[in-house]
């Protein structure tokens, strides 16, 4: 039983490394670049509803559709500003710019809401389902995660595989020069797959802080390395591939701490990552070819 | 006239000197970043100290300036060499322990006496006669944790959980387990967590439960703790929980439920809500000017300020001596006087730069500190 209640723990901190990682492999897959202030949306996302629920009073699910927008706002702002100029700049420099992006999130954060850490009302309470007479319960935020997930991830796959716009994102994934010729906005297309990235980040920000709830400015920024590392895990671009990654990376620390040691279980998460790597280079689900989406 | 001139000039210059000149007073903390919250409660804590004895009659004044360093060595350092160009005679150090092990180098090596707040590594004072502390040095709390344990007989069965990429939870960690059996504790469980996995602990729970702890002993800050506190109850699980003073603090957090801490008991220098005059006078400056309690950091560095005041007093110093001479008066004071401060009284220090004074026992009880003893 203690197996299982250790497992059930690892899907649930998982389950928020996948949510987080879904919006790394998005933008990878299709704007070709590592977004490092994903997490610190994911920090502004949660800050928004942390104040709707617990200052205004607001219900929960309408403080995260309130952080959803603030943050699509936000992450096309941060498009429009930091990335767009740089569109046609080497890869290196939209790195450098993008960690720049996620440290000026997090000073800004500091300055508007100071680094006293703030403790994150559930959205959906503290509960939990009991199994087995109480031997194992699984908490109503982790089911939450999950189902959120699963959600996430089938409305991603149908918007890229049968929309006009999803289309668009195949061919910019595929090649943007390409894809302009062919009368795509490539612009627009980027803008708007940065703006359901962050979307997708206030979500995960609300559901982070709902099953970890200490919220500070740096709170997004480790998850989000974590998630990124999932994100690899499972082959970076593949949607599926990031849930499927953050569930064994949440699964393999878990374990790690409670059957290796707990001092070395990020060595050996990280010792999994290399192997995988070594064996698998584009990550469990990822595909070596050019489309990754 | 020219005479009257100069000679009024050469007046205006000593007096200059004497009375209108202050000490130079600089340190380095956390200002942004993480670990903000303990750099600006220290920061805040050694102003408030300075205004009031600026304002008092007395011929010692301060000129404070405070450096942000981030809780980063290296930047650290470029900040007290900031403050050495700026023209610092006494030091207050570093905030945290990792970048104060770096200024503390630097403040030995200058021949720039120290007096941190908070800094409370054992490393930050080993080897250097100019560099002494305010707060209790970690391997204390932990000798000091597992003693009052022992004595009062909280429990038998003692779990660990601390934080293994950390100077402060390590140092006292490691002297609670080496002093725990001489106390008749025993240690069934020892876990650890680090920064990047430090949000789920049902595995360390777990196993303080499997293994039948009555007491978990946390030496870490109150973050992580809120955490414990909370999945613990998840999980039903109830034992007694003992924290170190980075426990404080745990009850101002913004929107925790303050009944989670319910029972958690702490050994911590400074009790925001003791009815003494000088501990009232400092909150309520502290609330009118900042608009929040002020945690133990905050009372650390300003005890610091006052602590300095008392030593550059009774050494009779002035501001236009060098830094170096400061710091052998200093060096003198520190290890004969002894305080009374809002963070303990009868406060005295060793000639290791290690202070002496009572931890005090607390108890989270309707969510405010209640005194254990």
Known sequence: MTFLNFFISGISLGSIYAIIALGYTMVYGIAKMLNFAHGDVIMVGAYVCFYAVARYELNPFLGVVIAMIVCTILGMIVERLAYKPLRQAPSLAVLITAIGMSYFLQNTALLLWSSNPKVFPSIVGRGAFKLFDGELSISHITALTIIACLVIMAVLTLFISKTKMGKAMRACSEDKGAAQLMGINVNATISMTFAIGSGLAAVAGALLCSAYPTLMPTTGSLPGIKAFTAAVFGGIGSIPGAFLGGLMLGVIEIFAKAYISSQLSDAVVFGVLIVVLLVKPAGLLGKMTQEKV | ?373
Not at chain 2, 231 to 249: E, L, S, T
Not at chain 2, 254 to 272: H, I, Q, R, Y
Not at chain 2, 312 to 322: E, G, H, N
Not at chain 2, 334 to 347: A, I, L, P, R, S
């Open chain 2, 1 to 373: 006239m020219k005479k009257i001139l100069v000679c009024a000039l050469l007046v205006l210059a000593m007096s200059a000197t004497a009375f209108g000149a202050a000490f130079k007073i600089g340190g380095t903390g956390p200002l942004t970043g993480g670990a903000a919250i303990y750099g600006t409660a220290a920061m805040r804590g050694a102003q408030i100290a300075a205004e009031e004895i600026n304002a008092m009659n007395i011929d010692v004044k301060f000129d404070l300036r405070y450096e942000d360093d981030t809780h980063d060595a290296e930047k650290a350092v470029n900040a007290y060499n900031a403050l050495k160009d700026w023209g610092m005679q006494i030091s207050l150090g570093s905030v945290t322990s990792k970048p104060a092990e770096a200024t503390a180098a630097e403040n030995f090596a200058d021949r720039i006496f120290a007096l941190t707040p908070s800094a409370s590594s054992a490393a930050v004072t080993e080897g250097k006669d100019n560099v002494f502390q305010m707060c209790f040095v970690d391997p204390n709390q932990g000798t000091a944790s597992a003693q009052y344990i022992g004595e009062k007989k909280l429990a038998k069965k003692v779990a660990v959980i601390w934080k293994n990429d950390d100077v402060y939870s390590k140092g006292v960690r490691d002297t609670f387990v080496e002093n725990a059996g001489k106390h008749g504790l025993e240690i069934v469980s020892e876990t650890a967590f680090a920064d990047g996995n430090d949000t789920d602990f049902s595995v360390q729970l777990t196993d303080a439960k499997n293994k039948g702890a009555e007491l978990v002993f946390l030496p870490m800050y109150y973050q992580p703790a809120s955490l414990i506190l909370a999945q613990a109850q998840a999980m039903g699980y109830a034992p007694k929980w003992f924290g170190i003073d980075g426990m404080d603090g745990i009850l101002t957090m913004e929107g925790f439920d303050k009944s989670l801490a319910e029972g958690v008991m702490l050994l911590t220098p400074f009790n925001a809500d003791a009815k003494d005059e000088k501990t009232q006078k400092f909150v309520k400056k502290y609330q009118e000017k900042f608009g929040e309690i002020p945690n133990q950091f905050a009372a650390d560095g300003y005890d610091c300020v006052y602590a300095y005041c008392q030593a550059l007093t009774q050494a009779k110093a002035t501001p236009d001596m060098s830094a170096e001479d400061l710091c052998g008066k200093m060096i003198e004071q520190f290890t004969t006087m002894t305080f009374n401060g809002v963070t303990g009284d009868n406060v005295r220090w060793m000639k290791n730069g290690e202070v002496t004074k009572d931890p005090k026992g607390m108890v989270i009880k309707n969510g405010a500190y209640v005194g254990l003893d």
